[in-house]
């Protein structure tokens, strides 16, 4: 089970934050500051932050300082903010995302979706999780839907969070689809990749940031 969401606070769990590039998904390549909240209880077998699951090791640090450093990370080039984690929206985002916004950089969001939404973000990455499956919030808000791949089991979870997401929303108001193969995991590439070549509605995303050595 996830920690039920936990309302707005001027201090929040912060596992990291760093100015890199955004490594997948449809911003990939661009620069972009990372803040990435701890806290996840959605368990993912194959989760590559597992480290963030737990918030309790993690500072909790005032909402103004993370809005300073996104601020020196415009500066120095960033084009937006990437809320992260762990499961960001196990915290209640509000007053994060009106702090983050003082930066002036338009604010993105990855979540899993198993909680409401709260904040207001300019991009919803939604990485839907067979074993937890989204709200209807999300995948009626989403902007994009990114579905990581290991199995035959992932491409069909994937068109059916693709159908559902396309039952809620106007046709000129779809999520951008995304197939992403597990970090290490072969049968996913080849899986993820035939599908993209047959369904040309989708898309490849793969981790750049890992083949590049970068955070
Ligand atoms: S939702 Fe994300 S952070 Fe949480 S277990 Fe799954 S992959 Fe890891």
Not at 15 to 26: A, D, N, P, R
Not at 77 to 90: D, I, K, R
């Amino acid at each position: 089970m996830s920690p039920s969401v936990a309302g707005p606070s001027p201090h929040l769990p912060v596992v990291e934050t760093f100015h890199s590039l955004q490594g997948e998904g449809i911003h990939a390549g661009r620069s972009a500051f990372f803040v990435r909240l701890a806290g996840c209880g959605v368990g993912c077998s194959w989760c590559d932050t597992k480290h963030s699951w737990a918030a309790a090791p993690h500072p909790l640090r005032p909402l103004a300082e993370l809005a300073a450093e996104a601020a020196s990370a415009s500066a120095a080039g960033a084009a937006f903010v990437v809320v992260t984690g762990g499961e960001p929206l196990h915290h209640e985002l509000t007053a994060l995302c009106a702090a983050l916004a003082s930066s002036g950089l338009p604010l993105h969001l990855e979540t899993s979706g198993v909680d409401p939404l709260s904040g207001r973000f300019n991009w919803i990455t939604l990485s839907p999780k067979s074993h937890r499956p989204p709200t209807t919030e999300l995948l009626a808000s989403c902007h994009e839907l990114k579905v990581v791949v290991h199995g035959a089991g992932d491409l069909a979870f994937a068109e059916a969070m693709a159908a559902a997401a396309k039952g809620l929303r106007a046709a000129g108001n779809q999520p951008a689809l995304l197939l992403q193969p597990g970090w290490d995991s072969q049968s996913g590439q080849a899986l993820a990749t035939a599908h993209v070549l047959r369904h040309p509605e989708w898309r490849l995303s793969l981790q750049s940031h890992k083949w590049l050595g970068l955070r």
